[in-house]
């Protein structure tokens, strides 16, 4: 190797900052340092060997097999730019990742019962802050979605929210630059760019705020600049609080929004490209669980269709 893997890992990521999303440079980042780098730093060599070995080490260190892939992405994104910029030759391997299976987090969804009370007290006490929460009760948006939301974005003619923007807090550790900022961009994949119809209900409140605010402010913030996510969620947390909801987290509204879609009928495409998700297997996984009587249903049915 004529330059080491932190000599070319160091060049990679300054490369690598022109080209990517400030969320996901701050998570390339966070890898390198933390993990990726440390290890690497005192290898002579690189091999097959070298990184079945990383893996196994973060695998015992219990990492999940997600955050080791992830990890991995970054390690074959450098060694590909080392073999670029002639670092050294193209190195090939063939790793094996943990066999232990990730258990899915049960998804948090609000009752209907408490759906109801939170839709009821939003609707009668009308602000800004509380049309963001109605939002993303009544439409499935992200967290960072409705706080990079603007007046302009709401077509009230159309009665459509137009999702075109994204709001992160993120933490950006390069060097001795350490420091949090707010990161305005374009939503997590392609399909998330889209444009999401509001009920008529909703759109009555929203038309009373909008009398009074500029088309170029943020609807929860109704300022200039948007409202950081941690103080939707804050403000969220304590709603819930204080209407004696259980605590669930604020993605539980976008889980419960879907849940109810689904339960209301509505065709599984249309209610995947709602929610912005890449795949309407994504959809599926989540949100659509036969329980018993349906499976039991369904074998009925083919049963009598052989008769």
């Not at 009821?120 to 006490?125: A, G, H, I, Q, R």
């Not at 409202?227 to 403000?235: A, K, L, S």
């Amino acid at each position: 190797m004529t330059q080491s893997f932190n000599e070319v890992a160091l060049i990679w990521k300054a490369e690598k900052r022109k080209w990517v999303k400030d969320a996901t440079y701050a998570t390339y980042l966070q890898h390198l340092k933390n993990h990726i780098l440390p290890y690497f730093a005192s290898l002579p060599k690189i091999g097959e060997e070298q990184i079945q070995g990383f893996i196994d080490l973060k695998a015992a260190e219990g990492k999940s097999p997600k955050s080791i892939r992830d990890m991995m992405l970054v390690i074959k994104m450098i060694l590909r730019y080392g073999e670029k910029i002639q670092a050294w030759p193209r190195i090939e391997f063939e790793v094996h990742y943990p066999a232990k299976a990730e258990l899915s987090p049960q998804l948090q969804v609000l009752s209907l019962r408490h759906q109801k009370q939170l839709l009821n007290y939003l609707m009668d006490s009308l602000s800004y802050r509380n049309a963001g929460i109605l939002i993303c009760l009544l439409g499935g948006l992200r967290i960072g979605e409705v706080s990079g939301l603007q007046w302009k974005d709401i077509d009230m003619d159309a009665g459509i929210i137009r999702v075109r923007k994204t709001v992160q807090r993120i933490y950006l550790a390069d060097g001795n630059d350490h420091r949090y900022f707010l990161s305005i961009g374009t939503p997590k994949t392609a399909t998330s760019v889209r444009d999401i119809p509001i009920p008529h209900e909703l759109m009555t409140r929203l038309k009373t705020l909008r009398k009074t605010a500029d088309p170029e402010h943020f609807v929860v913030s109704n300022e200039a600049m948007p409202m950081e996510p941690r103080r939707i969620r804050n403000y969220y947390t304590h709603l819930l609080r204080q209407l004696g909801i259980p605590p669930l987290r604020f993605h539980a509204m976008r889980h419960s929004f879907a849940t109810r879609c689904i339960e209301s009928g509505c065709e599984i495409k249309t209610v995947s490209a709602i929610l912005g998700h890449a795949s309407i297997s994504t959809t599926l996984d989540l949100y659509v669980h036969p329980g018993l009587d349906e499976k039991k249903k369904a074998i009925e049915r083919m049963a009598r269709s052989l008769r």
